[in-house]
């Protein structure tokens, strides 16, 4: 294929190389069908989400930048696959595999879109700035609604602990916390006095 400059070439094969997102299968399963979401399936959810939940934010935030850092925050499982929240063993080398893969990633487009990009997936990362905190709490808000609403789904599959998800939930207390009355009652509705499912 050619392209008119060099520029567009590397923007074009970075676009082509995103559309892998579609292709990385999450654990959690889509709402109305009995299959696993995708990533680009959950980064566009996500993205929704934030932009009906930001009413329930404590504080204002830049809602085009919260938008941005969603948009590229899973860029990364292209190389590095989806890491289950709750698999302990995988989460130890995550950091490693996704650093290395935004290198490569971002490494397609021109040295400047390159650089954004990469200091977007590392506010994200970083989770301090009030943009990358509401981003993660909707992180969360979007696999516990999907959860759920699919009879326990990867809580149930994969024998999570009530404390566990409570654990993983504290972005939205902190954030959103109109929303929390919300998990505890979802999450009394399922586990009860049990830890697990």
């Known amino acids: 294929m050619h392209f008119p400059t060099e520029r567009i070439a590397q923007q074009m094969t970075f676009l082509a190389e995103a559309d892998k997102l579609k292709t990385v299968l999450r654990q959690t399963l889509v709402i109305c069908a009995d299959r696993q979401e995708n990533t680009a399936e959950h980064s566009w959810h996500l993205i929704l989400a934030a932009m009906v939940l930001s009413e329930y934010l404590v504080a204002p935030v830049n809602l085009l930048q919260v938008v941005k850092l969603l948009t590229v925050h899973d860029l990364v499982e292209i190389d590095a696959g989806d890491t289950f ?97 919300w998990i505890e009652d979802t999450l009394e509705s399922f586990y009860g006095n049990k830890e697990s499912l």
């Open 85 to 181: 929240a709750y698999d302990a063993q995988a989460n130890t080398t995550k950091l490693e595999r996704e650093q290395a893969a935004a290198e490569r990633i971002f490494g397609l487009l021109p040295t400047d879109q390159a650089s954004i990009l990469k200091e977007l997936w590392q506010e994200f990362e970083a989770d301090t700035s009030p943009e990358a905190q509401f981003a993660n709490a909707v992180d969360r808000v979007q696999p516990f609604l999907q959860n759920s609403l699919t009879d326990g789904g990867t809580w149930k599959m994969h024998l999570v602990q009530k404390e566990q998800v409570l654990k993983r939930m504290q972005p939205v207390k902190r954030t959103l916390p109109e929303l929390w009355p």
